[in-house]
């Protein structure tokens, strides 16, 4: 083995056992533990499938899955036509650039709860203030203390961080672009709309089949935002999946349950970015 060699493998080695001690292990551990009835303590026993049948049968479950797809699917569309849009207009010819970035991409950097907890002060306390001067009524009152409405308030500080991430992708693949094309559209008399839903967006194509991967997976594991501004409230109305694993497995004495919840819904997130995946190169080859 070349020195070389040796190098390499002493630098991802860290990388590696970190993986399998917080990755790998704790996915095969919950998957063992999904046949199981355990509560999070003292001793089980295997119930084979029945968690898994359960899961169909559990009103909450399906509650939560249906918040969790209205989320992702509004998030998902939200996020990707807001990144486009942003990165078109920093893409473009004007001044400070690279400082209109930086401050595009400060959201990302924050943590989730953090950025939760400051919204929910906003909504909580600013906005309806600030409505109840102006005799707004619909905003007098939190959007989050709403069943029909905190699912919103939820979505827009969610879409807020992420569009930070999926910016710079667009970003970045708009610089890979050849000038020359647009010009020699411009001279053949295009007009910008023309230009770009026959060249711009054709060739970004690639970006924005990783962004809509990305985009998706994490709107649909949306925890922090839940977490720090309704807790799932009010009335479960904004109960994730995520929430929903973490909430009844840690504290509701289901974790054998919850660990099959997490199996599938593991299995969804894979399938779903699967068939992303397939659609869009499907598209490429055509083009």
Do not use: C
């Not at 959201?107 to 929910?120: A, D, E, W």
């Not at 970006?207 to 501004?229: G, H, P």
């Amino acid at each position: 083995m070349s020195k070389r060699t040796k190098t390499l493998l002493l630098m991802t080695l860290p990388a590696l056992i970190l993986f399998v001690l917080f990755n790998t292990i704790p996915l095969i551990t919950g998957a063992f533990y999904s046949f199981t009835n355990y509560r999070g303590y003292g001793s089980y026993d295997f119930v084979g499938f029945r968690n898994f049948i359960d899961l169909f049968q559990d009103s909450r479950v399906g509650k939560s899955y249906l918040f969790t797809f209205k989320y992702a699917i509004a998030g998902t569309i939200l996020v990707n036509v807001l990144s486009l849009l942003i990165a078109m207009g920093l893409n473009s010819k004007i001044k400070f650039k690279s400082t209109l970035r930086g401050m595009y991409f400060l959201p990302n950097i924050l943590g989730g709860l953090v950025v939760g907890y400051i919204f929910s002060f906003i909504f909580t306390y600013i906005i309806p203030t600030v409505a109840q001067s102006l005799h707004i009524d619909f905003l007098s009152s939190s959007i989050l203390a709403s069943e029909k409405w905190a699912w919103v308030g939820v979505l827009i500080v969610g879409v807020w961080q992420t569009v930070a991430m999926n910016t710079i992708i667009y970003i970045s693949g708009l610089q890979t672009i050849p000038a020359d094309i647009y010009e020699a559209s411009s001279i053949d008399g295009a007009g910008k709309w023309y230009t770009f839903r026959k060249l711009t967006l054709p060739l970004l194509l690639p970006f924005i089949s990783t962004n809509l991967i990305l985009s998706t997976k994490n709107m649909l594991m949306v925890f922090d935002q839940i977490m720090s501004l309704t807790k799932g409230g009010p009335a479960q109305s904004t109960e994730s999946i995520s929430y929903l694993i973490y909430k009844n497995g840690m504290d509701g004495g289901q974790f054998g349950f919850q660990s099959a919840n997490a199996v599938v819904f593991f299995i969804v997130i894979v399938a779903i970015s699967v068939i992303q995946l397939l659609i869009t190169n499907k598209k490429e080859e055509q083009l």
